[in-house]
């Protein structure tokens, strides 16, 4: 009597357990949710441009502004994998090249460079930003030399 007593408790403690399969199959369809929100997530060649675009007027914002402040003529240039002010004098821009956000970015414009300042009112200026794997995705930045850097369309 004692060891169908015994029998009946150790099977209903292992029958308040789950599975090997049942845990199996709840890792997977874990899996799979998490895959398909990474999918999901990635950013296509036309987002990551654009926020490259984003990046770059922001940069171009904030030399602008350093450049009519002080009083200075701010040189921007671009190069295959980073972008550089080049500045006489005090600035608070980074000295060194500041890199593309994906390596496939370049300027497709001819117009490699910008003059940012001395004056508040600038020439009218743009560059257009393209992918090298993907020649017909481009995003053109500019300034009609009142108004702020922004993506023209």
């Known amino acids: 009597m004692k060891r169908a007593q015994a029998r009946s408790k150790t099977r209903s403690i292992s029958s308040l357990g789950f599975t090997l399969l ?3 199959i709840v890792l997977l369809i874990m899996a799979l949710g998490s895959a398909g929100v990474a999918l ?3 950013q296509s060649p036309d ?6 675009a984003q990046r770059l007027i922001y940069w171009l914002e904030v030399a602008r502004i350093q450049a009519s402040v002080q009083g200075q003529r701010i040189q ?3 190069s295959p994998r980073s972008y550089t002010f080049l500045v006489n004098g005090p600035t608070s821009l980074p000295k060194e090249g500041i890199p593309w956000l994906l390596s496939s970015t370049q300027v497709t414009s001819s117009n490699q460079t910008l003059v940012l300042g001395p004056e508040p009112i600038l020439s ?3 560059i257009e930003l393209g992918m090298q794997n993907a020649s ?3 995003i053109k930045i500019g300034t009609n030399g009142l108004e702020p850097f922004a993506i023209l369309r």
């Open 22 to 24: 049942e845990l199996l």
């Open 124 to 126: 009218p200026q743009s």
């Open 40 to 42: 999901s997530l990635r």
């Open 76 to 78: 921007w240039v671009a």
């Open 47 to 52: 987002q990551a441009l654009e926020r490259e």
């Open 136 to 138: 017909s995705i481009r």
